[in-house]
């Protein structure tokens, strides 16, 4: 009804649009330059390359009576009062950009409507789904005036689909035959390019006015989870969908989570499409709505299986349900009586049946791919002397116990086989095709990283299954299990560890895809539904590879069990076994040494003015601890510093503040302003130099401080690093451990425990209560310092302004006011590295104070080399 009267509206606009008046034949051009024209000059330049007579006028009406020349009115704007006088009298009207058009060519026509540009020239437009009058003139004018023609009939010739909504058998023909499908805001849009005189309705930049997904439709969403509800809903109104409930009666859509609803609701409105979700997903990664027809609730209904000719007959059709339960029941016992596996059946007569789709069900070669309880007739065939894909159909009671366990192996490969292959088929292979509708939803990097490790694992398992399908077919009592499992073994060892390895990045990366992009999206939920993927999700079906080899490890040690010594696939086994715990032992230590790897360029990213040496290949990260500084080696007194442990340097960095994260945009570059790093570089200590680490006994006024004794080739005294460790849940005992077993293994010695010594703070002349205050004023310092930076650069009028800047430190620092008998000097200097005993003695000279009043300028940093 709609197309009906969609048509009739057409037919009476495009009627009164003629014009009514034609001209005599064989009269003289002439051009009427209207309205502000008459003074443009880049108009009469153009009316002049056509060498007919120009005139002007202010409203051009003294020229339309006269028919001694066949006047064309040339106007700025088809808005305005002149234009309406001359189209009312019928005057042949064009606008200036139109006029501009035409003196390229040289030659002046006129198509009996007026035209003001050519954004729509040779453009042909069907309209669909309008219900007003009004709206259906006023667009209809606008693409005449532009040069575009309108028909009734959608055909081959059509360049362009006009839809108020995205139904109706005129929008799925031009979705079938990739027609482009505007809405209304396209024309209103190319009109306001009217001006221009290289604009185009057609070109890519219009492209945005498309029309959208479920573009006016209202839609019910019933069934789903509240997380999956929000999720689309949202992607409804991203798509110019409205949502409405059941008790709407102009609801357009009713769509049903058809894995938990088995019946439609009652009161659905009775003019609404019922459509299972994968009308939806499949909508939005098509992005244009599919017919409904192929996606209908009720027919799906899983007490019977139709071919695609029966989803489409009238239910109601006398002896129709009989049929098809007819030619199910005659399908199952066909299947039921093949009790041959190593032989294909005969196919059913023709003459009782034609083929179906549904019917295929009954045809896969292993039944459901993930259940394996089910076992179907073996239709495929592997390339091992013709031995069928799945197992074969056995009585577990008269099995023994080794041969049982060994059927639960070959099940559960052949099962996960087939998840590798839905995988690959249903999922990699579609996002691989370039020539998808809407274009790839992956790139060729996106798909290397999440499937670009999966086909070695899927090719070796693929070898091994035909191989344990091929005994389990020919077992015999003395068959070798463990030398199947041997045979792949390394080809395991080099498929695995790619994958494992960077799972979980692939994981992280395909939840980011998924969520970013709603065409992936929606394909995945598409593919989750398929019966290959077994209502799985793509993340779900990617851990089998991570489960697998544990799995088969614990089938292996039970083949072993049942397996009598004497025989010689007891010591296969035993060799099959290891090999598989060593194949994983080698997997867990590759994962930890590229997690090392990953985290030593998180590490070098993370710092700011890092040493670019920091990576190397030889380089592992090891521990990270948060601190105080006590002396006044790296930084300064109080500053927070973390401590990145290596096998083989120690990096001190400063932890920068959100303040100083920030920098002002006379010195910061944009690239700054991009990537804000947490931490600043200090120095790269080589653990080489540590000559020994003391344990700062514990006290009430002294929690978890320890010191490094620092000595390079390149110094003569040692400096003394003191620090408070900051991290309540890093036991101090554990890090020192730690750093200990890594300095003996640079030094290459076995002496660990000679590295750590303790001590009593008052060996080092650490006063207790200046470790509470230096804890309790860190933060004040901070901000003391800050602040002085502030008023230095206030005062500054150079880029240097070391003197004022240490004179406003000096008074702003908390530190001061310390006592006398308090202070420690920082940077201090140990002259006999002998001297530090294991008993904790104190050295003979003594140490210097560690921690002193900064009275003098800060010593420059010195890197270890």
């Not at 989870?225 to 949202?234: L, S, T």
């Not at 005062?795 to 004022?804: A, T, Y």
Request: charged share 25%.
């Amino acid at each position: 009804m709609a197309e009906v009267t969609q048509r009739s509206i057409m037919l009476n606009v495009d009627v009164t649009s003629v014009s009514q008046v034609e001209v005599e034949s064989g009269a003289d051009p002439r051009i009427c330059l209207v309205g502000s024209l008459a003074d443009d000059a880049e108009t009469l330049e153009a009316a002049k390359k056509f060498d007919v007579p120009i005139v002007t006028s202010e409203t051009g009406q003294e020229y339309v009576s006269d028919f001694s020349y066949c006047t064309y009115f040339i106007l700025a704007d088809f808005e305005s009062d002149e234009f309406e006088e001359l189209n009312k009298a019928g005057a042949r009207l064009l606008g200036k950009p139109a006029l501009l058009k035409y003196s390229e060519s040289g030659m002046l026509t006129y198509t009996r409507r007026p035209v003001f540009c050519h954004v729509m020239k040779d453009i042909i437009i069907v309209f669909t789904g309008f219900r007003k009058k009004s709206e259906v003139s006023r667009l209809l004018k606008l693409v005449h005036y532009m040069g575009g023609s309108v028909k009734n009939e959608i055909k081959e010739n059509v360049t362009h689909l006009l839809a108020y909504s995205s139904t109706g058998e005129k929008y799925q023909y031009a979705v079938t035959f990739n027609i482009p499908v505007m809405g209304e805001d396209w024309v209103h849009a190319a009109w306001a390019h009217r001006d221009e005189a290289e604009a185009r309705a057609d070109s890519e930049a219009m492209g945005k006015y498309k029309l959208k997904v479920f573009q006016n439709l209202r839609i019910v969403l019933e069934g789903f989870p509240e997380e999956e509800k929000v999720q689309m809903e949202d992607l409804v109104q991203q798509n110019g969908g409205i949502l409405t409930s059941l008790d709407d009666p102009q609801a357009t859509h009713v769509v049903l989570e058809d894995q938990t609803m088995t019946e439609k609701p009652a009161d659905c409105p009775p003019r609404a499409h019922v459509v299972k979700a994968e009308w939806f997903w499949t909508s939005i990664q098509m992005e244009a709505c599919p017919d409904e027809k192929l996606h209908l609730f009720e027919q799906m209904n899983l007490s019977t299986l139709m071919s695609p000719r029966q989803m489409f007959s009238s239910p109601s059709t006398p002896g129709s349900r009989s049929r098809r339960r007819k030619r199910l029941r005659e399908t199952v016992q066909h299947l039921a009586q093949d009790d041959s596996p190593s032989t294909l059946p005969s196919a059913p007569p023709a003459s009782k049946r034609r083929s179906s789709v549904g019917d295929l069900a009954y045809l896969s070669a292993e039944g459901s791919l993930l259940d394996d309880t089910v076992s179907t007739p073996n239709r495929l065939l592997s390339s091992v002397d013709q031995t069928p894909l799945s197992p074969p159909p056995v009585d577990l009671r008269q099995l023994s116990a080794r041969q049982r366990v060994f059927h639960e192996l070959v099940k559960t490969e052949c099962n996960y086989v087939s998840i590798l292959d839905a995988v690959e088929k249903v999922i990699k292979v579609p996002l691989e095709n370039t020539l998808q509708p809407g274009g790839p939803m992956l790139d060729a990097q996106e798909l290397r990283y999440i499937f670009g490790n999966l086909p070695p694992i899927h090719e070796v398992h693929t070898r091994m299954r035909n191989d344990l399908l091929h005994l389990a077919h020919n077992w015999t009592d003395d068959a070798s299990i463990g030398e199947i499992i041997l045979k792949y073994s390394t080809d395991l060892e080099k498929a695995y560890p790619p994958f494992i390895n960077f799972f979980e990045n692939m994981k992280e990366m395909l939840q980011k895809i998924s969520t970013e992009r709603p065409r992936f999206h929606a394909f995945l939920k598409i593919a989750q539904n398929k019966p290959e993927c077994g209502r799985q999700s793509l993340q779900e079906l990617m851990i089998r590879p991570v489960q697998r080899l544990p799995s088969m490890s614990l089938l292996i040690n039970d083949i072993l069990k049942h397996t009598e010594k004497s025989t010689a696939d007891h010591a296969a086994l035993e060799q099959a076994l290891d090999k598989i715990k060593s194949v994983m032992t080698f997997i867990n230590d590759d994962k930890r040494k590229t997690e090392a790897k990953l985290k030593l360029f998180e590490i070098h990213n993370d710092i700011e003015m890092c040493p670019p040496n920091l990576v190397a290949s030889h380089r592992m990260y090891m521990s990270k601890v948060d601190v105080t500084e006590l002396s006044d080696c790296c930084s300064g007194r109080g500053d927070t510093l973390t401590l990145f442990l290596f096998n083989d340097v120690l990096e001190i960095c400063k932890k920068k503040s959100k303040y100083n994260s920030i920098k002002s945009p006379s010195r910061a570059n944009l690239h700054s302003f991009k990537t804000i790093k947490t931490y600043k570089h200090l120095e790269m200590m080589n653990l080489a130099h540590i000559k020994r680490i003391v344990d700062i006994r514990e006290t009430e006024d002294c929690h978890n401080v320890f010191a490094l004794v620092i000595r390079s080739n390149q110094e003569l005294k040692e400096r003394l690093f003191t620090f408070t460790l900051l991290q309540e849940d890093t036991p101090k005992s554990s890090f020192l451990k730690t750093l200990c077993r890594t300095v003996a293994n640079i030094a290459c010695r076995n002496d660990v425990e000679n590295f750590l010594v303790s001590m009593d703070p008052h060996h080092l002349d650490i006063e207790t209560s200046d470790v509470s205050l230096t804890n309790a004023l860190s933060k004040a310092l901070r901000f003391a310092t800050r602040t002085g930076r502030k008023v230095s650069r206030a005062f500054s009028f150079n880029k240097s302004p070391s003197k004022l800047k240490r004179a406003v430190s000096t008074v702003m620092s908390p530190f001061g006011t310390l006592p006398q008998h308090s202070s420690m000097r920082g940077a201090t200097s140990v002259n006999n590295l002998a001297d530090l005993s294991l008993s904790g003695t104190p050295p003979t000279g003594g140490f210097a104070q560690p921690m002193a009043t900064p009275t003098s300028r800060r010593r420059p940093l010195k890197h270890a080399h």
